[in-house]
């Protein structure tokens, strides 16, 4: 019985389909008004479709934005990018080296501890003739960018002798007699003495990464003069008073005798401001005896220095938050 029922089924369905293809055949109109009700139940159905993707992708990009915000960089070090772009005024140039002394640097060995990207570095031999000086920090991207700008400024140093250079040629070939010719080549050979008594910028600078306070390194020289600018906050929140003990420790043996520490210690509003940029700094924070205002009897009494100078008072064109005080520390 169920057998017959489904043979009646199929020749049911069969003869309606061919009542259907007749009626398509005298009325080709039925065939096409079929097909375009199906092929706007296909449209809404990817319609629909494509809305749901839209709201899946919407929903990626949100949660991608939110892992951005969540994982902000943060420099635990103040290994910051672009720490001169705000730091220094562009027209004025950094303001700390209008309180600097050429004798402290012409001539002399020096070491810059915390270099960050090696601006104020390069601008330090420049101005002032080091024999030597090497820039430190603990990041080697920053170091890298040290690198760079020194291969810059060395570039632009270069056009402005070669310039120089052509331009006393002119004046060389202008002037008439043997007199005056002797005199012209006499004044160049001084300057070309001069010049190269300053020493090329890519001989006279170097950088190099490395975590001062917890290097191994053995002391491969001494240096007349070392520069530890805005570095002692971050030294001292990631390896606590130890750490900054260290750190004053290693700076004097590095000393020659009657060598200078230049040091701009920041305030302790500064520590405050900073202090839970990472776990480590939260913790030593709160277990810090020794402030910034005891840093004077620290150098004097325990580590040994003869004598301070606070240079503080001829500083000016420092932008907010940077007007802070630069103390000299003699051996």
Known sequence: MTEEKENKTGIMERKQKRKQNDRNKKNPENQNNHNQDQDQKNAVKEDKEKKSEGKT????????????????????????????????????????????????????????????????????????????????DIDSDRVSDAYWHLRKFARTENVEKNSTKVTRLDVKNKVNGAKHSASASSVETKEDSSSSSKGDLLDVVSFRQENFVQSQRPSEKQYDTILCLSVTKWIHLNWGDDGLITLFSKIWRLLHPGGILVLEPQPWQSYEKNRRVSETTAMNYRTIMFRPESFREILLDKIGFRRAEDITDGLSGSKAGFDRPIFVYHK
């Open 57 to 136: 992708t919407k929903q990626e990009v949100t949660s991608e934005d939110n892992n951005k915000k969540k994982h902000k960089i943060v420099f635990p070090f103040g290994n910051y990018r672009n720490y001169y772009g705000y730091r220094i005024n562009e027209v004025d140039g950094d303001p700390r080296l209008k309180v600097f002394e050429r004798d402290w640097f012409q001539g002399k060995d020096c070491l810059d501890i915390g270099c960050n990207s090696g601006i104020l570095t390069i601008q330090i031999a420049r101005k002032f003739h080091c024999k030597s000086i090497l820039g430190i």
